[in-house]
């Protein structure tokens, strides 16, 4: 299978990795330093569970050098979404699926605007990963990716990726109901990736403190408020789920806190203004998350101001 990494950042650059290796032609697109060092030395992925190192693949900045993909790993922040999602023109096929891996629930929708429903797939990932250094990616934790078709069903090129995605070692769930799961990773999302910028905390420190685990249920509430108006339902026994994985989660670091730390943009739209939006729309508040949107806006602008780091 012929295979692009749109932003080739952690979830693009471990995941690529491991399709490489189970002899997948892989065309990573990335930038900047990152891009760089995978030209010269190949992209590494350091794992607890055997690293990776890929040095026969396409390394571009340019989709037209890729050429036309049979599954493109859509994996881009959610703010870049729309620009990216017409610069993959070169790669994409009648025959070509592109896979949204990234936070958030909108993602998909965005893509399919332009590229049509039969030919975009959402997924939900559940891995532990962050860029080491310029062409290393560092794996801690998880691997599975969750996916299917936002208006549900599957067909032979969703069980044909779900088949080359096992067929690399990566756990993998083909849902009917994907729109569900992606609102459930926003309950971890929405609260924990403020309160890790707030704080500068690993998830441990996060979860002794009383009150701002008091702070993350209250915002968990206002996510399932806001899930129901998209006719999606989160039964309040996730929030002791969501708390649960989250004690085995250690001294990680979540996403938004890793960018923050490195100086580049934020992705408190999709993580929390959308709860913000969707409540408005229905004349609800939601003051938690509004906080934290008005907060993490404003570590936005500081860092867009001084300049983004490349990825």
Known sequence: MRIAVMGTGAVGGYFGAKLAHADHELAFIARGRHL????RHGLRVLSPYGDLHVSRALFTDDPAQAGEADLVLFCVKSYDTEAAAAVIRPMVAR????LSLQNGVDNAEKIARLWGEQQTLAGVVYVGAQVDSAGVVRHSTGGKIVFGRPVGGTDGATDSIARALAGADIPNELSRHIRKAQWS????NAPFCAL???TRAPMEEILRSEA???SALECMGEVQAAAATCGIELPRRLFDQTIEFSKGLGRFRPSMLQDLEAGKPLEHEAFNGVVVRLLRQVGKKAPVNQAFYAALQLLDERIRAAGSVPS
Not at 36 to 39: C, L, Q, S, T, V
Not at 95 to 98: F, K, N, P
């Open 185 to 188: 990773k926003l309950l971890w």
């Open 196 to 198: 890790s910028c707030f």
């Open 95 to 98: 025959r070509t699926m592109i």
């Open 212 to 214: 701002l685990l008091e």
């Open 36 to 39: 760089e060092a995978m030209r």
